[in-house]
């Protein structure tokens, strides 16, 4: 069986038997919309590597692959039509919920300072605290995929947050008094 064959064969398999998995990934990582249809994105993703999978070199971890296409994908359709204005507002509130993830209370009235407070001191973290921070908390990657890209294990990258919500929650005690 030539490469192109088997690429083909691979992705199919793939396909067939994780494609609820796909779309469960797809609906995690987006809010479903008019133009943000799961089985969409998954569709066109499929079509993609279907109809270039004769241009591949023989894929060795289809899984890594496929997920890292349906990321991109969701990148760019995430990327589309969106305003600067709406982006801050995400931001914000995942900044919110954070803040509720490190002080146990479903109430969003905040202030802006605390906010401020709370950006600055993420920033001020060592560097593997704050990526892991922005990664999981604001990005909304999983530790499985942070452990596929970086080459970390997962239970390292727990621990790592684990400290670093630690030391946040440490700092702004300190910065509160």
């Known amino acids: 069986m030539t490469s192109k064959k088997e690429n083909k064969k691979k992705l199919e398999t793939f396909f067939e038997k994780e494609y609820h998995s796909l779309k469960a990934y797809v609906k995690s990582r987006i ?3 008019t133009d943000r249809d799961p089985e ?3 569709q066109d993703v499929a079509l993609n590597l279907f109809s270039g999978a004769d241009r591949y070199s023989p894929i060795t971890n289809v899984a ?3 997920y890292r296409s349906i ?3 969701i990148i760019d ?3 589309k039509g969106k305003s600067n204005s709406i982006e801050q507002n995400e931001d914000d509130l995942k900044l919110i919920e954070f803040t509720e ?3 146990g209370t479903s109430d969003n009235s905040y202030s802006d300072e605390m906010m401020e407070i709370l950006k600055q001191t993420i920033l001020e973290l060592k560097a593997s605290y704050r990526d892991i921070i922005i990664a999981v908390d604001f990005e909304g990657y999983s530790y499985n995929e942070i452990s596929l890209e970086t080459g970390i294990p997962k239970g390292t990258l727990m621990s790592q947050r684990h400290r670093a919500i630690a030391q946040l929650h440490k700092e702004l005690k300190l910065k509160k008094n």
């Open 31 to 33: 809010k479903v919309g």
């Open 71 to 73: 990321k991109n994908k």
């Open 64 to 66: 890594g692959f496929v």
């Open 101 to 103: 993830l490190l002080y």
């Open 77 to 79: 359709v995430m990327r």
């Open 40 to 42: 969409d994105i998954i």
